[in-house]
Nanobody, 127 residues
Framework: VRLVESGGDSVQAGGSLTLSCAAS????????MAWFRQAPGKEREAITV????????AYTAPVKGRFTIRRDNAENTLYLQMNTLRSEDTADYYC?????????????????????WGQGTHVTVSS
């Protein structure tokens, strides 16, 4: 089981980036998928989640309206479209996979809801 993030880069504030998370060794279609991030000096936090079919998503307040999560089960890949980036979005971004039941409003933000993690990709936003 392996998750590999890519797409991290350095961008100017107001810019956009798309992160990818490619899965190997298992199929994404049966997994609840989420993105977390960890800013320098801060704890890792959940930012968005998507259900197995993509029918349900949720976002935390700091990214709602700017970030979009999507999944392509045929490609076995998860994406995070990030628009209108701010300096406070600077962080390491991680994808995580959990059982379908993790995609619930009361569990999805908890790290313990996810079994598998990628190694992270770094995003720097400069103002």
């Amino acid at each position: 089981v392996r998750l590999v993030e890519s797409g991290g880069d350095s961008v100017q504030a107001g810019g956009s980036l798309t992160l990818s998370c490619a899965a190997s060794g298992f199929t994404l279609r049966s997994r609840c998928m989420a993105w977390f991030r960890q800013a320098p000096g801060k704890e890792r936090e959940a930012i968005t989640v998507i259900s197995t079919t993509g029918a349900w998503t949720a976002y935390t307040a700091p990214v709602k309206g700017r970030f979009t999560i999507r999944r392509d089960n045929a490609e076995n890949t998860l994406y995070l479209q990030m628009n209108t980036l701010r300096s406070e979005d600077t962080a390491d971004y991680y994808c995580a996979a959990g059982p379908a039941s993790s995609c619930a409003s009361y569990t999805w933000t908890q790290e313990s809801s996810y079994n598998d993690w990628g190694q992270g990709t770094h995003v720097t936003v400069s103002s």
